[in-house]
């Protein structure tokens, strides 16, 4: 079985020199593009209301991510508390979004690699970091801890995309998968509703640096599951706040059209899309006519890997690389399970 890479960083020493560079960061916090320089090391709280230590307001066995990740046994989801975007539809703003709720769920670094021994012990997959990017340092230092105890599972960095690409770069080697949320594909989109600047070359450059680390090439294992790459998340949002259509002519033209695209249905308002009338364009879900132009815009795109939802959301369906074998490739409304 081939290790993660953590496990060669760990062996050299290096794996505890990106940890301590990682925490040097909240010195000054320079974590995520908003660098509001708050010093998270003597007690202060960043932009994000995130401090020293991990806030995790849950750790479960998780089976709603692509196949390739949830398996049989499940994806070993951590959902860290807080976020460093407020976006207005946000579906877990229960825990993103009340940090006076989640400052009761911090946790000490020790804890942390706990969780992340006990979800191996009940069979997960991986270790899957949800909204890691303001916790990026505490995250590593967990890993650390944890692979000195044994743990050999491969880390996911399940990300919204507004990243910083110098830690981006120190977590080369740390982080085995990427899965980022591409969001929109115009600033003003990210300012109105996830209340961030810069959001469109922000998240176009983190995850630039994720391709650069990983290739368009999915690694899986003989039991199919995903061991190392990236899969770019792309959900369709009503009235095409997204952009879809350009963000993936984006990843086609500047990454490659071999870059798994996950495309996802599940939007639904909730949050204050559900109930301020400023966000009447995100006050319904998606329609058949919507969804069906992501579709076409995922084959105009040549758009080879990848996974999309239902249009019900309920199910994800595999798009498999049928290059180097004598199975024809599939249309794009040909998925398999």
């Given amino acids: ?145 944890a692979a000195h105890q044994g743990l050999r599972l491969p880390i996911v960095y399940n990300t919204n995309a507004y990243d910083s690409v110098e830690v981006l770069r120190l977590l080369d080697g740390v982080v085995d998968v990427y899965l980022p949320d591409l969001k929109y594909a115009e600033d003003e989109a990210g300012y109105l509703y996830s ?13 630039a640096e994720m391709y650069r680390q990983t290739g368009a090439e999915l690694v899986l294992g003989e039991d199919g599951l995903l061991k190392r790459g990236l899969v770019i998340r792309l959900l369709v949002l009503p009235n095409d706040i997204g952009g879809v259509h350009e963000s993936l002519e984006w990843i086609r033209d500047t990454l490659s059209p071999r870059v798994a695209v996950s495309l996802m249905a599940q939007y639904y308002p909730t949050n204050q899309a559900a109930t301020n009338p400023r966000h009447i364009l995100l006050s319904r879900r998606i329609t058949e006519s919507e969804w069906l132009r992501a579709v076409s815009a995922l084959e105009e795109m040549g758009m080879e890997n990848g996974w999309m939802q239902e249009f019900d959301g309920a199910a994800y369906y595999y798009r498999p690389d049928f290059s180097n074998s004598d199975t024809p490739f599939k249309d794009i409304r040909d998925f398999r399970g």
């Avoid at 993660?4 to 062996?11: C, E, H, K, V």
């Avoid at 209340?195 to 995850?207: D, F, H, Q």
């Fill in 195 to 207: 209340k961030v600047k810069g959001y469109k070359e922000c998240s176009r450059l983190a995850i």
């Fill in 1 to 145: 079985m081939k290790l993660p890479s953590y496990i060669s960083l760990l062996a050299t020493g290096e794996l505890a020199a990106r940890v301590q560079r990682l925490e040097a960061l909240l010195e000054q916090c320079t974590v995520c593009p908003r660098d509001c320089l708050n010093n998270r090391l003597n007690s202060e709280l960043a932009a994000c209301y995130s401090g020293k230590l991990p806030i995790v307001s849950s750790y479960t066995p998780h089976f709603g991510e692509e196949p390739a990740l949830s398996g049989t046994n499940g994806a070993g989801n951590i959902f860290f508390g807080n976020c460093n975007l407020r976006c207005v539809y946000c579906q877990n703003y229960q825990i993103s979004q009340t940090h006076k709720e989640q400052i009761k769920n911090e946790v000490t670094h020790e804890r942390l690699a706990a969780m992340m021994l006990e979800l191996a012990t009940q069979g997960c997959h991986n270790i899957n970091f949800v909204s890691p990017t303001h916790f990026a340092p505490q995250m590593a230092r967990g890993i650390l801890i």
